[in-house]
């Protein structure tokens, strides 16, 4: 059973700049190395296409896990991101795969924004995790909730810091 989350946060910005600063390599660079901490953090592909933008990422997220789904990660969970931003429809879609349980762990979701105003957005995230591993399945996926919750949250204040430079 997958867990199913929604995420919403008030961001000063209009839609092109938020589009825009969200795909910034030095942007990008900067929240992942600097403010998530992440020990590492690539850039693999961002290019047009017809309807929008394709991205590929590759990331070591910084983890805190609980002991048994820790052990059976390992110490070294990387994962690649890829997603596509329909231009059209105001949406980024991503799918997560990990270095670990690839074929037993499942994340991803959508992001959009909608327009509150003169200079201010909300941008909704509405992502999932799936983990099909027996015994600790729940458990992994609450924890990936938790940590995909607050890296929202750490990146939705650390973009209000970078739009007001």
Do not use: C
């Not at 008030?10 to 992440?38: M, Q, S």
């Not at 070294?76 to 105001?90: C, H, M, P, Q, V």
Request: aromatic letters at 10%; charged letters at 30%; glycine letters at 8%.
């Amino acid at each position: 059973m997958a867990t199913r989350f929604t995420l919403e946060h008030e961001l000063p910005t209009d839609p092109d700049t938020f589009w825009r600063t969200f795909f910034d390599r030095e942007y990008n660079l900067a929240l992942y190395l600097e403010e998530l901490a992440f020990p590492a953090f690539e850039i693999v592909e961002q290019r047009d296409t017809e309807t929008g933008l394709h991205r590929k990422v590759a990331a070591t997220p910084r983890t805190e896990l609980p002991g048994p789904v820790a052990k059976l990660i390992g110490p070294n969970l990387r994962y690649t991101e890829e997603g596509d931003l329909d231009r059209s429809k105001g949406t980024f879609v991503w799918v997560m795969k990990t270095s670990a349980l690839t074929d037993k762990l499942k994340n991803g979701g959508t992001l959009r924004v909608e327009a509150r105003g003169p200079g201010k957005l909300a941008r909704i995230v509405e992502a999932y995790s799936e983990a099909s591993v027996f015994g600790v399945g729940g458990m992994l996926e609450s924890s990936t909730e938790k940590q995909v919750r607050d890296g929202w949250e750490k990146s939705a204040a650390f973009m209000r810091r970078w739009l007001s430079r």
